[in-house]
Nanobody, 122 residues
Framework: VQLQASGGGLVQAGGSLKLSCAAS????????MGWFRQAPGKERECVAE????????RYADSVKGRFTISRDNAKNMVYLRMNSLKPEDTAVYYC????????????????WGQGTQVTVSS
């Protein structure tokens, strides 16, 4: 599966952005999906994950209650809605696909899109 993320940009603190990730292929629903981010000088962090059918999600504590991951399997799309953005959310955001065959508690992300920059000004 090939992934392409978009939707990043510059936003003021407290603002919102919605990231999109378009996936190629006809087996998108067989992949669990995740959004990751990496800020300069920091390790890559998983911020949100969604199961194959979208029924299960989980979030990093740092974004819980502010970010929402969703997917549309009919359109081969996964989204990350980011509200109440903070300067510490500034990073390059990546979408990634895990599976097929992985379990929800042992996802291995094998496929990565290019990143999209999110910058939150104070």
């Amino acid at each position: 599966v090939q992934l392409q993320a978009s939707g990043g940009g510059l936003v003021q603190a407290g603002g919102s952005l919605k990231l999109s990730c378009a996936a190629s292929g006809r087996t998108f629903s067989r992949y669990a999906m995740g959004w990751f981010r990496q800020a300069p000088g920091k390790e890559r962090e998983c911020v949100a994950e969604i199961s194959w059918g979208g029924g299960s999600t989980r979030y990093a504590d740092s974004v819980k209650g502010r970010f929402t991951i969703s997917r549309d399997n009919a359109k081969n799309m996964v989204y990350l809605r980011m509200n109440s953005l903070k300067p510490e959310d500034t990073a390059v955001y990546y979408c990634a696909a895990a599976g097929p065959g992985d379990t929800w508690y042992n996802l291995v992300y094998d496929y990565w899109g290019q990143g999209t920059q999110v910058t939150v000004s104070s």
